[in-house]
Nanobody, 125 residues
Framework: QVQLVESGGGLVQAGGSLRLSCAAS????????MGWFRQAPGKEREFVAT????????SYTDSVKGRFTISRDNAKNTVYLQMNSLKPEDTAVYYC??????????????????WGQGTQVTVSS
């Protein structure tokens, strides 16, 4: 079991930046690959980014490539999502998730075992 708690969301103007954090507790954090997903009102949850246990591999959805960066600090049991050049269409609840296939890039929500409660990101135009 691992518990995940997101933080860092808020209201920002278009073009601004936010950094989301997801703190993990429970089983060894480095046992998991980590992902970020988001869900906008009236839309399905979508994949944003993922990182393997060592940080050696990452993947992003096309709409955030070049603007968002996922990283992790295994000593702090935390995964981050640095979001730059934010757009109104980035507005959503952002969730972090963990999956036990720590070497694998997984881009579907069904592949994740544990989820946080989410943090709201609102980008105004």
């Amino acid at each position: 079991q691992v518990q995940l708690v997101e933080s860092g969301g808020g209201l920002v103007q278009a073009g601004g930046s936010l950094r989301l954090s997801c703190a993990a507790s429970g089983r060894t954090f480095s046992s998991y690959a980590m992902g970020w997903f988001r869900q906008a009102p009236g839309k399905e949850r979508e994949f944003v980014a993922t990182i393997t246990w060592s940080g050696g591999a990452t993947s992003y959805t096309d709409s955030v490539k070049g603007r968002f960066t996922i990283s992790r600090d295994n000593a702090k049991n935390t995964v981050y999502l640095q979001m730059n050049s934010l757009k109104p269409e980035d507005t959503a609840v952002y969730y972090c998730a963990a999956n036990g296939r720590r070497h694998t890039i997984v881009v579907t929500g069904s592949g994740y075992d544990f989820w946080g409660q989410g943090t709201q990101v609102t980008v105004s135009s």
